[in-house]
């Protein structure tokens, strides 16, 4: 039978300003950077500060609060509207890089130079003889071709594109043909394989012939399942040959490039995400901490809008009606570049103050640089200190990155799962994992260590840690199972 009957619960949600604030603190640095000089775009009440009018502020380390001013308000009685406020907020008006060192504040410019990855193969392609069609279809198949070098997708695929988009019927046959003859003869060879059987097998093919080379041929091309799973006594049994003639002939493979098209679009992919949000240094045996503007603006709320609404406020009372809509576009556009300035500080503000509690907390280790001084630590440790949210802190921690003087880390890095070692101490996965990676070092190639062995290893060691935990951090390092970590 339904009952009808009334219910009171708080619902807890949070405003369009909060999920934006959330965003900026997600953003890393050059992302943030851009998303400045987007706002400084899209709106013209904010300005830029020039830097010879910039000054020098005192750190903002106030508590965080996320009540910002609202951004879109269409129902507005313009009546009501004080226009004093918008001229008297000089507090919130302007951001300024908050850094001791900002009058001597390093510029990062990036520096582009040469030609792209798919420009060089194209510049080698262009030297074959080749007939106008064929060459417009090779061009196209080279656009297929992704950063590693691979062609990734099925030559029926990209025949029914060169239809579709050139307007040229082609086969199957002659797209293989031109890719096979052509294409994967560029350098780097290797390139154009569409699996890495093939990469590994073109590789080969352009080796000088040799016994060792013919046997990785035979390798490769027939046995190349077993040769993945490192069966070596069946690869013995199906070639035909020696334990030492297979050890030269993978010897051969190991030096061959997987990657082929890393050799030239690899070195810059990563540039920009590793730029550290943070820099830690220590001076006169204590830590300092400072935020990385790089090449952010520094912005304030536009004088013009603000002269703009002086001269309305002279005259509001004899033309309100009649600048109605101008009123109501610099007040939003005000309220917005307001919102953003207010929004930057926060953000500043948040990360300050939760890398700042990172700090503290793993300070023995940022002192000593020693891993084993790394502390059990997890978000809710972060948020319970500085009195965030767990999730605010995920954000900075997923997401940025430190430099100190050992190197440079994602925040991520230093959370570890808490473990208690044969004494009753407290000590961190991370030392866990340190002491795994060096054991799996020293092991015998030849007869790697399982995961059982190495747990009685730890074991041995005062660390009570299970064959499961084991594997699940052996994973976590990308190390992979004794049998494929096995050599001849």
Request: with cysteine.
């Amino acid at each position: 039978m339904l009952k009808q009957k009334f219910l009171q619960k708080g619902q807890q949600k949070l405003s369009p300003q909060q999920i934006k604030l959330m965003k900026l603190v997600q953003l890393s640095t050059l992302d943030f950077e851009q998303r400045v000089k987007q706002e400084l775009e899209e709106n013209p009440a904010l300005e830029e500060i020039e830097e010879e009018t910039s000054s020098i502020e005192e750190e903002d380390t106030s508590v965080i609060d996320f009540d910002l001013p609202e951004q879109e308000d269409k129902s507005i009685d313009i009546s009501e509207i004080n226009i004093d406020e918008y001229l008297s907020d000089d507090e919130i008006l302007d951001f300024k890089n908050n850094n001791p060192n900002n009058h001597n504040k390093e510029k990062y410019i990036p520096i582009v130079s040469g030609i792209s990855f798919q420009e060089y193969l194209k510049s080698q392609l262009h030297t074959f003889r080749l007939n106008q069609e064929d060459l417009l279809i090779a061009d196209f198949i080279l656009g297929s071709i992704d950063e590693d070098g691979y062609i990734r997708r099925k030559i029926p695929a990209i025949v029914d594109d060169i239809l579709f988009i050139l307007g040229i019927p082609v086969t199957a046959e002659k797209v293989e043909k031109l890719l096979v003859n052509y294409i994967q003869k560029l350098d780097p060879i290797g390139i154009g394989a569409r699996n890495l059987q093939e990469c590994l097998f073109i590789q080969l093919e352009n080796k000088k012939k040799s016994h060792d080379v013919n046997l990785a041929k035979r390798l490769i091309k027939n046995n190349f399942e077993s040769f993945t799973k490192k069966n070596y006594k069946k690869l013995q049994n199906k070639l035909g040959t020696t334990k030492n003639d297979l050890r030269k002939a993978i010897y051969q493979i190991e030096k061959l490039n997987p990657k082929p098209g890393k050799i030239y679009s690899g070195n810059s992919k990563n540039l920009d995400h590793l730029i550290p949000d943070f820099t830690i240094c220590i001076s006169d045996g204590k830590l300092e901490l400072s935020l990385n503007h790089r090449n952010t603006p520094e912005i304030k709320v536009s004088s013009l809008y603000l002269d703009m609404l002086k001269s309305y406020k002279s005259s509001k009372e004899r033309n309100m009606k009649k600048n109605e809509n101008t009123i109501l576009f610099l007040k939003q556009k005000i309220d917005s570049a307001k919102w953003f300035v207010d929004a930057i500080k926060q953000r500043q503000n948040t990360l300050m103050l939760t890398m700042n509690a990172i700090m503290d907390y793993q300070k023995e280790y940022f002192i000593t640089g020693d891993p084993y001084k790394i502390k059990p630590m997890i978000l809710k440790n972060i948020s319970q200190k500085i009195g965030v949210g767990i999730s605010t802190v995920s954000r900075v921690a997923n997401s940025k990155y430190v430099n100190t003087p050992y190197g440079t880390f994602l925040i991520k890095s230093f959370f570890s799962e808490k473990m208690i070692n044969e004494e009753g101490i407290e000590i961190s996965s991370i030392e866990i994992k340190k002491l795994l990676r060096e054991s799996i070092a020293k092991e015998n190639k030849r007869r790697p260590l399982t995961d059982e062995k190495l747990s009685k290893i730890l074991k041995k060691k005062g660390y009570l840690v299970a064959r499961r935990t084991v594997a699940k951090y052996r994973d976590q390092m990308q190390i992979p199972v004794a049998r494929m970590r096995k050599i001849l």
